[in-house]
């Protein structure tokens, strides 16, 4: 019976063996595989957030002019 070593040792694993080779590849790709999606989502946010600030200059650029030809047109 196999015990983690800093487990709280209410479980036990009778099946524990070491994964192979091609599971631990598979594991290392996955897990790059999020970071650089994490890398992107980040990206996207901030173009995002930079589209919006935009859009909002836009508007009230929009708004300013609207106004000017109201008042002066």
């Keep these: 019976m196999w015990q983690e070593p800093n487990g709280c040792n209410f479980f036990s694993w009778y099946d524990k063996e070491d994964g192979t080779l091609w ?7 996955a897990r790059d595989e999020i970071r650089e999606q994490s890398l992107v ?12 600030s935009n859009l909002e200059k836009k508007e009230n ?13």
Excluded: C, M, N, S
């Design 23 to 29: 599971q631990k590849r598979a594991l290392l790709e």
């Design 61 to 73: 650029e929009d708004e300013i002019v609207r106004k000017f030809e109201e008042f002066f047109v």
């Design 41 to 52: 989502i980040e990206q996207l946010k901030e173009t995002i957030a930079e589209l919006r």
